[in-house]
Structure formats: structure tokens, C-alpha cells
């Protein structure tokens, strides 16, 4: 649902050297192909959920977008690799045709992983003629973005999926153990408001929803300067959280009582889930798996609130280095201390996913990527643990429905000064 | 769901002389009272859905407001009518405890509308010794906006449940014959943008979600001089709109394909289902009863868009004298020509529900009127025709779910310049 | 679902005479509207579920019967009396055409219950020239059967719908005290076993699914000389019997899970909902108004099993006199005492309800009867106290599903000897 | 929920010598094993709906059998493989505990196939000290038998899950070429009546629910001698079969409705969906994969009807020396055929699956396994092609729900004579 990629070829107006390009394609494809190793052909095959997909289902759709957008559209002597599989990999762009029903997907015991790894040999290859090409560095870029964020999909929903088995299987099972984390008293970045400009302006590459840059105007506010811990969030839970209906959206209720909710998914009395399997929380780190409804109702708790996606936005836009623990390499993912901006967990904002001022969908079928999930979704800004290294951005917004809670979610408090 | 109402005191300052206002309320419990007149027992027990209620229902809550907000909290002597209907006529206010599952309302053979009705005098009685209290001027105007809120809703539920039955049961049977409408060609309002002051400023009632009064920072619109009509609707029907999966929204096609939506609601043929049963549609008439996905799709199909809620109140801040034909008595309402701001349908903006900067919801069980349900909706401007005359205004916040369409809801287009 | 009529001429050989036959017409159709009575229009507009109907349903669908099958198809002159209604109150024959959906009953405000009962008049009156015709008697005859089903129908649906009503009205007011009720200590009819017709062989009316007669081999057995009574259910629930997988068929055991089942319909602490409302019960008088699947586990906790139809059938050949407190004026039925074997409870057997050897549906639209029904349900015997008396005799298979128990259902064991 | 297996010791009192039950239990797990063998670890995993289980859940489940059953209840120095296991292939046995819930079955990626397969080698080396022990044969050979119905269940299931992708693939790649089959005329089978015994009455191992032996009176019959064909139900099909409701019994017509329901499953175009993926069909071949809903609807288009059990058995007790093509290896089933009584389908009767008189559960957990199900299901008699040889007899007594049709299911007409 929330998949998002477009090049916005307006909003690229200076595309890395081609060198670079060609070097991060290289580096994103390995990168894909590494988180996949430690599975097996059966775990790559799990669908546990309609919004998740399977491991293997990732890895191949990722290729799909290069063999289709690229090798279809702008190569010479295009031949499919297969002339089946684009119905089965294809995710939701209508304007490609028919496809496999969402739900189906966790069926697809064949092509095997490594029949889907030697088309990716064979697409990369074929890449290697398109790589120095100016003109496709848009598209090329455009594909980078949307494979990592097919990664980060890959994570959460094999963690998902792993979450099902009652043996509580590890992903990875040597975790290095984590440092400890220290809870800061949390502190509050101000901001004087003002007419501030948003959205993406420079030259790197960003999705069509995160333009056209625009002005807008703040009221002063105030933002924490770190993540509400699993700690904080016990405490909410003690306090009756979870019972106390005046803290809860209507809906957030509703969604509450009827799926007995009680705490974070990923949760069992002093354990939780991780891709390494069941482990002790930590107290101290950041709290994930969280719904918008949850995030809304404990900033009630705690007689603060959600931001907005514009005052997370303007406070990111002086931290734009970002650090934090994002993913580079197929190690586990795991928050570590929740004071970075990025790279934690996406944090809710108040703000629902809308379009900018003079907002264009892009023509074709690239098109699809943002403009039609405009409805019903809330925006979540910065990173996580499980987002690709160099992904995220200040200006990029991620979006989900408020009931979903399986991606690295989490929140950070916000007040008016 | 979206029943609102709830007495923001910060923004009543200067209640209206309790002489007028007094009879405004005798004449909002009159106009409730001779909308159920047509009914039988049996017609205003109907219940049609899960968002819709009993005409009785709407008789029977709209007492119960006053008599627990107002002679309940503040009366003398006061005793329960009967202490077994709070239980049937509570809402969602969870503050004031247990009470009928809402898909249960429609099995209340008893109490009838009869016993109602006797109730209704019982209570009015009772108000009248309040009447002229300045302390408790800005309850009873909530009371009475409230009241005038589920006239509207009363008019649609019925329509609803009506509409059910084969043999298309007219409310009304003398229908006026509808004047002619000419379509006027769409022209536009033009806004230059800049920075506007939004939400209610005035010292009249309003609602707690109108407020607070705040800037936002415009750029350049124009906004359509008239609502779509049906006959662009018909044109956009024969132009293949409801089969073109690249107009719609992703959540609005899923809609369309689950529900086999290819009209607006009520219509049938060339007719339309009303007040007074099966009619002719007029195409020079506003179209009505879309949800917001049609009314998206219909946008992007016209090269044109929905407007925000800030932009439309903009243009609507020039207009709150606001005419149409709303509704002031008990005759069937009909949407006349579309050129008004107010008075034909609802109008759905871009913007989600959610809160304003510095929002803060009112204390105690009234303040769950409004804050609660800001997920998932879409704002309404306007009023339609079975808005009860004086009830809205440029800063009114209607909202809905983006696939319920059987309130009076249409669409005027925007565009950026 | 299991509404049941059907003429099967071949065992109406001999016309009952037709002066008593326009009798029973006229006592029958007086029975239903005595049983209307006490009822507003609302309240004879509910439908609480799907499997019931409304109450005015009932009245419409009746007379719909003489209509369509009596005065168009044999009738002069025949003009229908509304010619929409046809569509209103035809239940499930599909070769009458199409119809209303059964869920949409509820929403039928209009006709009113005045209406109707001015059709069933007219009906009446045209029916007067029909009922000395010896050619049409089996017609008629089923008919009145027809009708005392719906009899039984309306009673058993009026008591679901005015139970979801918080207020727990009540259709009579004035209940007679009921006699106090002495249990007895169970004894047992004992069967030798061997030979036996089964099925309707006299000349009276009978269903096609009585017949054909038919030779059964029986093995010894006994059965219960009264029904299970509310004691010896107590008994049951505080044994555990509803938290016991091991008594308990799997669908049944899925069942009592899924809807948190762990008593019967209308229980609440020591009273029990009834048709003057909510009422202490009785220890000793027979318990009601279980589904098959609790009767099957009462049975296995006792140590017993429930009968087959046939064995049952070969007790109740003897007793087809059948005294019990049967339905024959307007007044609140009510378990008596258990010891008939019709009267009280429709008894659940264990034989799912089969066509007999060498069933030929008969042919047309009144062929639809009960031939389709023939899959998922179960049998039962014997009569309740909302069954029209003379409506019942040994032969008569009632069937429902298991899982249904909103009639008035019992259960009376069986054992091996 | 139609897996049958238990121990009727008293049925068993001639117990087949210990060292044909010995190789008879070697040649059952190594077929199970070949069944497996052409599969992936993924499509092992694969779970295609509810009633379906991975084949790698068969594979295991059939394991756990013996280690708790005979290892664990019988053997000496007992130790589980894995004390997490039983919780995951444990299936229905309440009195063995809380288990994984079915619809997560599919999410087992863990084990591997590889996994269970070293733990059946475990077993089959610790039950090698109990095979020969006299005491332990009926439980052994229930055991067996247990195995072979779930050597059927997954071949049915594995199908089930291969049609769910899009590319049809193959379990077996090479299939023999089918003989050409010469449709007969159908002939009868005439049986004059009578007293008859039905039931298991031999000294081989049958199943609790194939007993008590008991006499039954049977009217004159005859049975078809061969089962409907693809190319009569392609007449039926033409003939308007699935859109004549006036054929079919009301929830069958529902069950049509509601799924769109217009050939048999698998059916596409000219071709269906085997273990060899999709291929031609044979018009000769028996007709499969129906219904109970279709082949009742057939049966009366074709001016016949389903055959009672007994009717069945009754023919079948000249046969039971069964040959047809059931499945003794690991090679593709298919059906050849159809004249033998078993081997192409298991066949509908019109019976619904009830106890026999004097029937008792036998005790302990083995006996949960059939008289829990006696409810809502239909019985059907002889074998497929993919029962394992031996497997079935005419006592032999299947049982599915009305609108299952994923087994092999066929029909067999009877008539009245």
C-alpha cells in the first residue's frame, strides 16, 4: 500500500555522476541479495498478512521495476526473461496490466530464490549497458530509492511473517549484543515559527510527493530531542493506557476493543520480537511497532502532542547529515538510542498524507507511485533502524494507514510554546 | 459518527440576548417535531445501516441532550423522565457510560414517537425556567446547534431507510414543482493568496473544532463560481469515469470495484430518489450524494481539483450572509441552483479532519464531540438544503469518511493560477 | 429457511368436507390477526436477524399464499390486489419470480399493518366463492398448514426482535399466573424394535416430506416419557457443560466458542425473556429454545443420546390424539409441563433432514416446499406450545440448522436397551 | 476436519500377524516419504485455505502420531525429538492439549522438511522395538490407516496450493500418457431389497465410525455401473445446469451464487489443473472435484439421484475385492476408468454422516476422531485415485462438507426400480 517511488524528473535537475550511480545501483542491488541470504526458500515464501509481502516477492518485484522501466522501455534487444513473471511481480501500477491478487502472493512456492537471483544476475548485466547513460540517471536513481525502500519491506515483513511461527525463529542468530542505553531526561528543540519553505529543493534525488517546495507558516513550537522509550511507554500501560477511552480517537477505540489490543505488537510480558528472535527490551530504547492510534493516545497521556509533518520538517531540515543506526550492511536491525532525528524508527506526525501547493502526479505509469494513496493515511517523518543508509531526508514523507503498526514506528513528542 | 457539536465557551464571549434565544430554541424544537410529522411510528423506527438512525432516534437524542447537559447538570428538582432511555438515547459519549450498541437502534419499536413527543413537552417545560439564564446561554446554544445537526441527519437517515423499500415511499407526496434551473458556464473566483486569518473569529456560537482562529499562508486559487451538476456527472459517466482505474484514488478503486459503483447514490435511470420518491433528475441541478472518491476522480477528470478547506473558506469569508435554500421548515428539501455557497450540498475539500494549531478539546463529556473523530475524514464546506437555515458558516467544519456518500454531498472545482 | 408447505396431493385422497375446511380457513386466518393484535406497526416492522421476519411479514406473506396460489392461478376475475407486493411478500419461490431480499424485510414501514389486514379482507372475501370447490381442498388445506406455520413463525420472530429491545417490552401484558409445575421423576417408553411403517399414511393433510410411507427396521430402544427440564439444564451449566470440549460435536464446540455460548437464548441470571416480558423460570418446566449442538452435549453429559426420528415417530404413533398446551387463541404461549409429547418443545432428533425413499418433490412452484431444504438440517418432532393446535401429528418433520435455537426447541433423550 | 482414524478394538479382534503389520507400517512411511520428495522445502509450506495443511504438516502430523500414541504412551526410555513440536502437529486432539491454530499452519516455514525427516527417521528406528508386539497392533494399524487418509489429504492439498500460481506448476513433470478411456453406456446395478447388514463385520481393521454392524431395510435400487463423466457434465453445463435454480437445493443455489460457481473446480476452458500441471481433459474420464451441492443438482437434472450409503454398500459388499488405480507409489493420480466401484472418486451419497445404532465413541484422545464431526456432513463411499491401496472397503465411510469439492469427488447415480 504504502510502497512510494516516482521519479520526479523536475525535482532532478542535476543528477549524480553517472560513476556514483552506477556505484550506489551496484551497492543497493547487493545490499537486497545480502538480507536475503540468511532465508530460506520456505521463509521467503511466507505471506503472513495482506499488507506484507514475501521476502522473495521483493526481491523479485525490485527487479521487475528495472527489467520493465528500464530494460523494456529504454534498452536494445529487450527479450523478457520471462514472459509469466511480470503478472506475478508487477504490485500495483494499473497501468501495467494485471497482476497477481495481493493476497495470493505468499502462493508463489515457484520461481524458487535462486531462480529469482539468476534473473537478477541476468537484469544487473544487462544494467551494466544503461549505468553511464545521462539520460536514464532519473530513472536509474528513481529505482535505487524504490528497491531500498522494498528493502526495509523485506525486514518488517519477514519479521512479520517470522512472528507467526510459535518457535519464534531467528533471522540472524548471532546478535551482537546491544549497547546498553542510557535515558536521557528528555529536552525540547524550540522553534520560533515563521513563514518557512518545505518540501524538496535541492538537487538530489526525491519523490514527486515530497514537491513541489513550497511556503508555510508555523506557530512557535517546541519538539522532543529524542523518542519516547519502551520505559515511558510501560508506564503508560500501568496507568491504564489501554483502558481509558477519553485518551483514544474514536476509531483508535474501536480498533482497540475490537482486536483486544494491549501493547506495542512485537510485545510478551518482559520480551519482544526481533529478526533475532525473542530477546529481553530494553528500557531505555526507543519504542517501536506502535499504531498512529497509540502514538496519538499516549501524547494525550502525556499531556502533549503529535507534530505536525511541516514542524518535524522544519527542525530536520538543520540535521540533514543524519546519522543514526540505518541499515548499510545485512546486519539485524535495532534501535539504539533514539536521539537522532533519523534512523530509530519513523516517527507519526499529526498531518494526513496530502498533496502539496500545485502538486502534479508524474505522466505514465512511474505516475502511480504517491498520488493515488492520498487518502486515508498519515504522514511519518525521519527513518529507522531498517531504512536504507542515505535514504531518508528531511523533506521525505512516509505514510501509512493509522492502524498499521508492523514497520519500525515509533513517536516523538511535540507541545506549542 | 460525525454528529458534532460541542460548546467551545473561549468562543462564546458575548452570548446572543437570552430573548432570542429562547425562541430559537422553541423553534429548533418545533422544526425537529414537524420534520417527524409525516412519519409513522413505524417509519421512524427504521434503521438502514450502521451509520444511519432512527428517526425516532434523532427525536429522542437530540431531548436527551438537554435534559442531561442542561436540567440534569444544572436544573432543580430535577428527575429522569424515564431512567431506562438514557441508556437508548446516549450517543458515543463515553464520559456518560453504557449504552445501545449503535447497530441496535433500529430494533426501538418502544418507546414511540408518541411517548417521545410527550417526553419533548415534558422537557421543554422544564427548559423554560432556564431559558433566560445568561450562565448557561452558550449550553443551549450547543444544544440547539446540536439539535439543528441531527435535522439533517434525520433527513438523510430517512432518506436512506426510504429508499430501502421497493415501493420508493415518499415522505412528502406533494412535491412543489421545482423551478427551472438554467446552468450557468462555471466561472471563477479568483484569491491572490497570502495570509489569511482561518477559523471562526466572531462572537456568535460555533463549534470547538472551528477554532482557534489561526493564519495559514495561501498561494494563488481560484475557486469554481457554481457546484459540478448533474449533467457533467452524466457526461463523465459516458466518458468511462467509473471504469478508468488512473482517475481515482487507490482506496476509492478498491472501493468501486468491491461495491460495483458506477452512479451517485439514489439514482436510477434517468431518476433520482428523494423526499417525495422516485423523480426526474434535472441535469442543470447539483450533483448530490457522491462520496469524496467520486468527487476526486470527477476533479482529475475535469483537469481541475477539489479545493482545501482553507481556500474555500477564503472565498466563503465573503459570503456569510449565505442564502440558498436551506432548510427552515418542514418541506422536502431539493438542491436548486447551485450558484450559492451555501444551501444546495456539502462540498468536500482536499483536507483532512484534523485539528487546528493550538486546538484544545473542550473538558468533560460535551468535549467529545468533536476532537475524537479526527482521523479518516474529510472536511465539508457549505451547508445543503437540509442544513437548518442560520446553522452554518464559512468557518464550518463538516466531516465524513471518504466513502460515505448519503448525506446531501457535492463538489465545486478548484484549480491553481 | 424452513418454512414448510406443501400439497402433496397424493396423500389427500379424501378431501376433509368442505363446509369444515372453510371453517378451518376462517379460524386460522382470524388466529393471525388475534396474534397481530397486540402489536403497534414499528413493532411489527422489525427484523432482528436474518433467519426472522417481521410480523407484518407474516400477516403479507400469508394471504400473498391465497393470492398467487388460490384466487390468480384458480380464481375468476382475478386482479391483484397491489400489484407490487407480489415482490414484497413472496418468501422463496423461485419460480414466482424475483423478490425482495430477505435481509431488506426490516425496511418495510410501508404497507402498514392496516394495510395488509384490508388485503387480507379483500382476499377473504374472494376466497368465500373458492372454498366449497372439492377440486381445490388440498390447495386450501395447505394453505391453512402453510399459515400456522407462519403462526408459529411470527410468535418465535416478534420474541427474538422485542428481546433486542433493552426495555424488554412485553407483547401481552397480563400474564396468567402459570401453574406450578411438579417434575417427575423421568421414566422411559421402551420400543421393542423391528419392523415399522414410517411417515404419513392416513387421509388427512400432510407435507410431501411425510411421505411416501415406508417400512424401517428398528432396534430396541427407549425414550424419555418428558422433556429435559431448566433444573436439570442448571445442572448441566454447573457441571461445566458448556466448557467441556469432550461433550461437545466440533462444529458445536467451534460455535459455543466463537459466540461465547453458555446458556440458552433468553437466559439471564434466573429469569428468562418470554412474551410478557422478562420472567423468573421454572425449574421444572421443560428448557427452551437450545440449538441442536447444546442438545446433542446435554445428551452425551447425561450419559444418553438423542433420538432418532424414527424412533421417536414409532412412540408418537401412539399419541397422535396429542393433548399439550398447543397454540389455539391469542394468548402468551408458555411451556406447561413437559409430559406430552407435542406441546412444549419441538424435540431435536438426530437424523438430518433426508427425503424419505422413493420423495418425488411435487411439481411447480409449491414443489419448492421442502424438497430444497434437504441438506445441513436436523429433524425435529413433536409440537410446542406456538404451534397452532392440530397442526402437528407423529409424522411431521420440523428442521432447522444446528446452530439455530430461537424457536421454541427441547430436547427429550433417548437410550439403548 | 475429515481426517478419520480410530482404534475399534472390539473390530479388531483378529489382528493380522505382527510381521505383515510390521512391513506394512515400513512400505506406509516410505510412501509418505515419496510423496514428498518432488516438492520444495516452499511448496512443502504452502497452505492454500482453512481446510487445506502443508504437505510438510502431513508429513509431521502423521509423525507425532506414533511418538505420542506408541512411543509416549507405550514405549520405554520416551523422549520427545522436540518438546515444541507437539503444539505444532497436534490437530484437532482436545484432550491433547492447546495446539497451533489451523489458518497458521501455512506459516511453518520451520521445520524443514529436511528437519522432519530426520525425526521420522528417529521414530521409525524407536518403534522398530514396539512393531511386533501383539498388544500395540490395533493401535499400530491405526496408525497406518491414519497415515494413508493423510497421504490423500496431501495430495489433494499440495494441489490445492500448486493451482493458487499463476504458472501451474507441476508436482510431476513427466506424466505417463493416459490410456484413452471408451465412455460405456451406463448400466445398472439392480438389488432386489431387503434385510442387510451393513457396517465392518470382518476381522480387518475398520474404523469406529464403520461400526456397529447392524441390520438395515433397503427398497429395490440399482446403482449406475460407473461414475458421471466430463462429457456429461459438459451436457449439464450446456444445458444451463448452474443457472436452473429450480435444480439445485437452496443453500446449494446460495453456495452458486455467492462464488460464482459455473464448472467443476480446476475446470478451465478445455483443461484442468492435475498434479501435472494443466492438461486436456478426457471426456471419458470420470468427472471430479464437484460438490455435494453439484452432484445433487446433476442428479436431478439427469432424472436420477444420489445413491444412500447403504444403497452403496450394499453393491459394494460384492466387490470388495477393489482394484481400480488407487495409489500405491509416488507417481501422479489420476483417474482412469470409472467403472470400478473404487478408485477414480470417492462418490456422494445422499446420507448425511450420523452414528450407527449402539455406536459409542471409543475412549481417550484416539477417540476424538469421528464421532465429534457427526454433523453437517455428507458421507461418501469407495476410494479415489489417490487413496492408497488397501486403504479402503465398502464399510469405509468419507465424510465432507456439502460445498468441499478439493478431494476427489465424483457421483454415481442411483434410481428407484
Redesign the interface.
Known amino acids: ?1 504504502s510502497s512510494q517511488a516516482s521519479a520526479d524528473q523536475t525535482h532532478f535537475p542535476q543528477p549524480a555522476p553517472s560513476a556514483s550511480l552506477a556505484d550506489a545501483y551496484r551497492a543497493s542491488r547487493r545490499l537486497t541479495q545480502a538480507l536475503v541470504a540468511p532465508l ?7 505471506q ?1 498478512m495482506e499488507d506484507a509481502s514475501p521476502a522473495k516477492w521483493h526481491l523479485a518485484h525490485t527487479n521487475w521495476f528495472f527489467e520493465t522501466f528500464l530494460l523494456r522501455d529504454h534498452g536494445t534487444g529487450f527479450q523478457l526473461f520471462d514472459e ?1 513473471w511480470p ?2 511481480f508487477n504490485s ?1 501500477y ?2 501495467e496490466g494485471a497482476r ?1 491478487s495481493r493476497l ?1 502472493r ?7 530464490v535462486a531462480q529469482i537471483l539468476e534473473w537478477r544476475s541476468a537484469i544487473d548485466a544487462a544494467m551494466e549497458g544503461l549505468l553511464d547513460d545521462p539520460a536514464l540517471a532519473p530513472l536509474i536513481a528513481l529505482g535505487i530509492s524504490h528497491e531500498q525502500q522494498h528493502q526495509e519491506l523485506l525486514l518488517t515483513d519477514i519479521k512479520h ?2 512472528f ?4 519464534g ?1 531467528a533471522m540472524w542468530d548471532d546478535a551482537a549484543p546491544a549497547d546498553v542505553i542510557q535515558t536521557t531526561d528528555q529536552a525540547w528543540h524550540s522553534h520560533p515559527g515563521g ?1 518557512v519553505m518545505m518540501g524538496h529543493q535541492g538537487s538530489g534525488f526525491a519523490f514527486d510527493n515530497e514537491g513541489p517546495a ?4 508555523l ?1 512557535p513550537f517546541a519538539l522532543a530531542d529524542r523518542l519516547v522509550t519502551n520505559g515511558e511507554w510501560a508506564q503508560f500501560i500501568a496507568d491504564g493506557g489501554y483502558r481509558t ?2 485518551l ?6 474501536a480498533w482497540v476493543q475490537q482486536n483486544g489490543i494491549d501493547a506495542p505488537l512485537y510485545w510478551h510480558e518482559g520480551d519482544h520480537f526481533t529478526h533475532t528472535g525473542w530477546r529481553g527490551r530494553d528500557p531505555a530504547a526507543p519504542v517501536s511497532h506502535i499504531s ?2 497509540e502514538a ?1 493516545a499516549f501524547a494525550t497521556w502525556a499531556g502533549a502532542r503529535l507534530p505536525t509533518e511541516n514542524e518535524w520538517e522544519a527542525i530536520g531540515q538543520q540535521d540533514d547529515a543524519r546519522g543514526g543506526n540505518q541499515l548499510d550492511s545485512a546486519v539485524p536491525p535495532s534501535p539504539c538510542g533514539g536521539t537522532a532525528l533519523f534512523g530509530d524508527c519513523w516517527q507519526f506526525t ?3 498524507y ?2 502539496y ?2 502538486f502534479k502526479p508524474a505522466e505514465g505509469a512511474v505516475g ?1 507511485y504517491n498520488g ?5 493515511q ?1 504522514v511519518l517523518k525521519g527513518a529507522s533502524c531498517a531504512t536504507a543508509r542515505g535514504h531518508s531526508r528531511s523533506s521525505y514523507r512516509n505514510f501509512f494507514y ?1 492502524h498499521q503498526r508492523w514497520q519500525f514506528t515509533g513517536l516523538r513528542l511535540a507541545r ?1 510554546i
Chains 1, 2, 3, 4 share one sequence.
Do not use: C
Request: glycine content about 6%; hydrophobic content about 40%; charged content about 20%.
Open positions: 500500500m530460506s526458500d520456505a521463509d521467503a515464501t511466507l503472513s509469466k503478472f506475478l500495483y494499473e497501468a497477481i495470493s505468499g502462493m508463489l512456492s515457484r520461481p524458487t511473517a517470522l507467526q511461527n510459535p518457535l525463529p513563514i513550497h511556503r508555510v507558516l506557530e477511552a477519553g483514544w480517537l474514536s476509531d483508535g477505540w498512529y492510534y496519538d499529526r498531518s494526513a496530502l498533496p501547493p500545485r502511480e493515488k494513496f492520498m487518502s486515508g498519515f493509522p506549542d
